[in-house]
């Protein structure tokens, strides 16, 4: 049976981060953030710099002799729930988890190099594969022709910010792509959610080095630990919604009472606080099946997609909804948190998608 | 303090000394109370060692693989999982004596004489007058009991009951331990929805109860109550259990054995609650881990609210997936079962008897509150009943 606590480290690795966004990712520098001309990028830079250069936190995933801390995916996924709750604009899902776990299964040393250079935090890197893509989904690739790449691909989180892409092509192969480079054409577009924006990329005869000749594996995997540790920052975002709600509806009084006194409310946070709690365990098995490198992973990540992400949509309307008119405002924080949680039910394969998943998983199998 | 290595020669001793295979039931239940490897986390001679309770586990485990008989721990729930836990708390030495052994070999089971007709959320609202015989020093309980479960198998039963109606409801109130055999004590079954009668009517007339046999002071019978309350809502949650081993077991079983009753709908909705099952039962998995981590967190407070929804959505869909089969019903006989057996029944039994989940033990509207008020800390409901006395109530 998976371990479903956190440890004493665990926890100790929770509060440096909650701490430090504290202090740097208020949701007043979220908002400044998102509202930043587009030249600047979709990231807060100097963030991503305290949290990399500063407390190692890419290389969580990446092997010591590597560069990285060679710690696990718990570590990571407690980093996503701090992430999560302070909805932060930076790459860490799609750079340190994502990206990172593609190149983990590629092996070699172009990998190898590419994994150190992510780990250290300096470069950016993304998996060209379209945010909505569930992992064993079909998913798009571009034509590999004479040692360059040509096409166009969508849909691309964090594009935009990214040094280096890893991209799928039509000879099974996955290519890594210098975006600063000439044939490159990375063009953002306004996104539902603002603080992981998504790109669409072209390429005109781009030079690429080849990582592996198996992208679908490594494609696959990025996607299941990009699944399974998005729960975490799932459950980050509905906690958020939570403490909020429950903070703001004891201090707002209507009819001579606080709103938190009336029980058609206080039935309604209680049943978030249960999602909530269930949203941890699954979120937790989750991480801990990666870490063990588990039979059960596909079933955890899964199980914990197909729960997680109603939870955390749930969580983010009802605090919009229990926030009264203000909830509704540009200046309150609450619809960074909804469009994160929406777009996030989307990304990594949807609800739905992920209970098909399991019916095959499990056997249950449809009609 | 004891460890696991100890706990587990101990164990060894007492199989040795009465091997499974040649002992008889009872007097290997006894033995091993005796042993203190009961609930180890008792003290010595009540069944236990003052071990950590984490390590009770060590013990089970050792048993079971020796084949060893249980002590049935769901036909004596009540008695185990609240009514010890309160003998303990606030019980003499002589009732913990007399009491918590045959209580936990299953030789006296133990029902709950708590809801009345006229309280039941509102427990603190109860009318059943005790009132002391000057002469004897015996309390004499008059009044009405309703929903108890068991009491037709019962030997003993945790009561409250009023002795002073001038102070307010919850002050008034005093906690005894009921002998079932007394003749003031009339068991009447109340016939459920299911067609059996597993809880009672229980009419109580001038029974006397000795005043030895009161837990706790007098007129702090509702302090004591929360400790029974508490253990009831802790008893809940926190079992091991394995995949699919709730009520989506069955289901999940019909789903794969009967194609021909496969449809669309049901499908995404059976996906839907083995999602749902899987991710509860994983919360009551990390509930558990915590307890033996020494780091109880309030997760407990929420399981049974889901596992009553969840015990209610699946069955109605399992009754829905068998279609005609679904139209049908295994028994209506009238029975006086001696525990709740969901898994031994069919689905329409399931069915039923599990509408009775977000009642029994407190109602889910009720554990919402609890939650949102003990857990969250939101504001709690205006109480205009708090300081009038309990004579004073409008009833
Ligand atoms: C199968 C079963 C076994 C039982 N076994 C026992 C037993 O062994 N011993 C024993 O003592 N009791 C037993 N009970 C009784 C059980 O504890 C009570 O039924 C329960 O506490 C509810 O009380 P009530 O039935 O009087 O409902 P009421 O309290 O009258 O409630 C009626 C409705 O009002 C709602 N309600 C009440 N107060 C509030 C509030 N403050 N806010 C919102 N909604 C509220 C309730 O949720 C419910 O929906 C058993 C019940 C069942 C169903």
């Not at chain 1, 903070?247 to 606080?258: A, M, S």
């Not at chain 2, 749902?276 to 020494?294: C, F, N, P, S, Y």
Request: charge should be negative; glycine fraction near 10%.
């Amino acid at each position: 049976m998976s371990d479903l606590l956190y440890s004493e480290e665990e926890e100790a690795l929770r509060r440096a981060v909650r701490d430090l966004l504290a202090d740097r990712c208020d949701a007043a520098t979220v908002l400044a953030r998102a509202e930043a001309p587009a030249a600047e990028g979709p990231h807060d830079r100097e963030l991503w710099k305290a949290l990399t250069e500063g407390m190692g936190l890419a290389g969580l995933l990446v092997p010591e002799e590597l560069g990285g801390q060679g710690a696990t995916h718990r570590e990571a996924a407690v980093v996503l729930e701090e992430l999560g709750r302070a909805v932060a604009p930076v790459p860490y899902l799609t750079s340190a988890v994502v990206a990172t776990e593609a190149l983990l299964a590629c092996g070699g040393s172009e990998a190898a190099e590419l994994l150190s250079a992510l780990a250290a935090g300096r470069t950016v890197g993304a998996l060209a594969v379209g945010l909505a893509t569930a992992p064993g989904a079909p998913f798009q690739d571009v034509r590999h022709d004479a040692g360059a790449l040509h096409g166009e691909l969508t849909g691309i989180a964090d594009a935009a910010g990214a040094d280096i892409l890893l991209v799928p092509a039509d000879d099974g192969a996955l290519y890594a792509v210098h975006t600063a480079q000439d044939g490159v054409t990375v063009t953002p577009r306004t996104s539902l959610d603002l603080t992981r924006p998504l790109a669409a990329v072209t390429f005109e005869a781009a030079a690429a080095r080849e990582l592996t000749r198996g992208a679908d594996a490594a494609v696959r995997r990025g996607l299941r630990a990009g699944a399974a540790l998005l729960a975490s920052e799932q459950l980050g975002i509905a906690e958020w919604c939570l403490t909020e709600t429950v903070r703001y509806t004891k201090e707002r009084h209507q009819f001579n009472r606080p709103v938190g006194s009336f029980q058609a409310l206080k039935h309604r946070l209680a049943e978030l606080w249960l999602e909530v709690v269930n949203t941890r365990a699954a979120a937790r098995n989750a991480a801990d099946a990666l870490a063990a490198d588990s039979t059960d992973a596909d079933v955890a990540a899964a199980l914990a997609q197909a729960y997680a992400a109603p939870v955390a949509v749930h969580a983010a309307e009802e605090a919009l909804q229990l926030h009264g008119g203000i909830g509704m405002t540009w200046e309150h924080p609450v619809h960074l948190y909804l469009k994160r949680a929406k777009a996030d039910s989307i990304a990594y394969g949807t609800a739905g998608r992920h209970r098909e998943a399991l019916a095959e998983l499990v056997d249950l199998q449809a009609p | 303090m004891i460890d696991a290595g100890e706990l587990r020669t101990r164990t060894r001793a007492l199989l040795e000394a009465h091997p499974p295979a040649t002992t008889d039931r009872a007097d290997f239940l006894k033995a091993r109370f005796d042993a203190g490897l009961a609930w180890v986390h008792y003290p010595e001679g009540l069944g236990g060692l003052g071990a950590p309770r984490s390590l009770q586990a060590v013990v089970d485990a050792e048993l079971e693989a020796a084949g060893a008989p249980d002590n049935d721990p769901r036909r004596i729930g009540i008695g185990l999982g609240m009514a010890a836990p309160t003998v303990l708390g606030f019980g003499t030495e002589e009732q913990k004596q007399r009491f918590l052994r045959p209580l936990w070999t299953g030789e006296e089971v133990w029902c709950q004489l708590f809801s009345e007709p006229g309280a039941g959320s509102d427990l603190a609202a109860l009318g059943t007058r005790a009132v002391r015989d000057a002469e004897s020093g015996d309390w004499v309980v008059n009044g009405q009991k309703v929903w108890t479960s068991s009491a037709h198998t019962a030997r003993w039963a945790i009561l409250i009951a009023r002795t002073d109606p001038d102070l307010p409801k919850h002050r008034g109130i005093t906690y005894f331990v009921c002998d079932m055999t007394d003749p003031g004590v009339e068991v009447r079954p109340l016939r459920q929805i299911t067609g059996e009668a597993e809880f009672n009517e229980v009419f109580l007339t001038d029974v006397r109860v000795p005043d030895a046999h009161r837990l706790g002071e007098v007129g702090e019978g509702w302090k004591v109550a929360q400790t029974t309350l508490m253990n009831e809502r802790v008893s809940i949650g926190g079992m091991r259990i394995p995949r699919e081993g709730g009520m989506i077991g069955p289901v999940a079983k019909a789903w794969r054995d009967r194609p021909e009753l496969r449809t669309h709908d049901l499908h995404q909705r059976l996906l839907k609650l083995w999602v749902d099952a899987e991710v509860a039962r994983l919360t009551g998995e990390r509930l558990r881990q915590q307890l033996v981590a020494g780091q109880p967190g309030p997760e407990g407070s929420g399981m049974k609210l889901g596992f009553a929804r969840l015990n209610q959505e699946i069955s109605g869909l399992e009754v829905e997936l068998l279609g005609e089969e679904g139209l049908l019903y295994d028994d209506w006989t009238m029975r006086r079962p001696e525990l709740v057996d969901f898994v031994g029944r069919e689905a329409g039994y399931r069915y039923l008897r599990s509408k009775g989940n977000s009642i029994e033990g407190g109602t889910s509207e009720v554990l919402l509150n609890i939650v949102a008020e003990r857990v969250l800390g939101l504001p709690a409901e205006p109480r205009t009943d708090k300081d009038v006395a309990w004579k004073d109530l409008a009833r």
